[in-house]
């Protein structure tokens, strides 16, 4: 395997993160969404990109001249040579656990994508030697950072909604082919069952119908979901459809006192109130593009999650919520195989 494949452009970015300088972060995976964690960490002042990490020798190359870093093909020549602060891993999904094994053997701080892993088992040897050695471990569940999420969030605790009764969830679009006959489910509808439970508490159980076009993987998938609280939801997840389409994706919370509605994540959040035919409107203004931007809810999660790495305390989002989005995609997965309802 080829080791470094390039060097920094500008030695001088790079400084000990212990001294107050910038914190040194490498990114394993530059293609893809993996684009998009080189951008948000050479964007910001407080941190500096030293390492990306591929496996085609000659895309990295040209990934670390355009970056103006090194490129390696190796993970551990990279750690010996870079000696980065925090690792983001963005490799393809069915792709996560061995690298991720290996990073968090070697014992440094980790941010990875979702999903976490496709199996359950994987997971738990995960967050296990994690654990074992008090390691700091975040997913990026940035959906949680859009900014009619945060708005939602503050008012379903200032009690807007009262309590809540039901949530539906759609989210779908074009397919992102692999091989796990349950891809759709596992890696795009993690962000449901996060959100969901974020904002309105636990899902406890599920029961689930699947439909695929042919003998291939179940691309389409509805389930119903009995919440702690007492409350009932829907969530209908697709690669049968377009990303092109309005309301792509549609999140609504209906409590007893008032009602939210969530459109395309960044685009639009309404608060209604019982009874009153007049609605809370917000969406990003003429001059406000950061906030109609879904990479930047990216963004946003790294204005939370490096303070709490500099400070030594928890992730905003540890990587457990990856593996709880796992185990409500597998019950989803029993509940269709056998046709009954599955406790979560």
Not at 239 to 258: C, F, K, M, V, W
């Amino acid at each position: 395997m080829t080791e470094s494949l390039g060097s920094p452009a500008d030695e001088s970015r790079v400084a000990d993160s212990r001294s107050g300088s910038p914190l040194r972060v490498a990114v394993v995976g530059p293609g893809g969404w993996g684009r998009q964690h080189i951008r948000v960490f050479t964007e910001r002042p407080d941190t500096t990109v030293v390492a990306i990490v591929g496996r085609n020798a000659e895309r990295v190359r040209h990934q670390a001249a355009e970056a103006g870093t090194a490129g390696y093909t190796d993970i551990a020549a990279m750690l010996d040579a870079a000696q980065p602060d925090l690792v983001t891993v963005a490799l393809p999904n069915e792709h996560h656990f061995t690298p991720t094994l290996q990073l968090i053997r070697s014992g440094v701080p980790l941010l990875v994508e979702k999903p976490l892993v496709f199996d359950l088992a994987e997971a738990d040897q995960l967050l296990n030697e994690a654990a074992e050695r008090d390691l700091f471990l975040a997913i990026n569940f940035n959906h949680r950072y859009a900014e009619p999420m945060l708005r939602a969030r503050a008012a379903i605790a200032a009690g807007a909604l009262g309590d809540i009764v039901f949530t539906s969830w759609r989210f779908g679009g074009e397919a992102n082919l692999g091989t796990h006959p349950h891809a759709q489910l596992i890696e795009t509808q993690c962000h449901a069952f996060d959100t969901i439970e974020h904002l309105c508490g636990p899902i406890v159980s599920v029961m689930a119908q699947m439909a695929r076009p042919s003998s291939g993987p179940y691309t389409t998938v509805a389930i119903a979901l009995e919440l702690a609280n007492g409350g009932v939801g829907s969530l209908v997840g697709t690669y049968d459809s377009s990303y092109a389409y309005p309301l792509t994706h549609q999140l609504e919370i209906n409590g007893r006192a008032g009602r939210l509605l969530v459109e395309d994540t960044v685009r639009r959040l309404t608060i209604s109130t019982v009874g009153d035919e007049t609605s809370q409107v917000w969406q990003a203004g003429y001059f406000n593009d950061e906030a109609r931007q879904f990479q930047r809810t990216f963004d946003r999660h790294v204005d939370a999650l490096l303070p709490a790495l500099r400070s030594g305390g928890q992730p905003p989002i540890h990587a457990r919520a990856g593996r709880r989005a796992l185990a409500l995609a597998m019950g989803c997965i029993e509940s269709f195989e056998t046709g009954r309802r599955v406790s979560v």
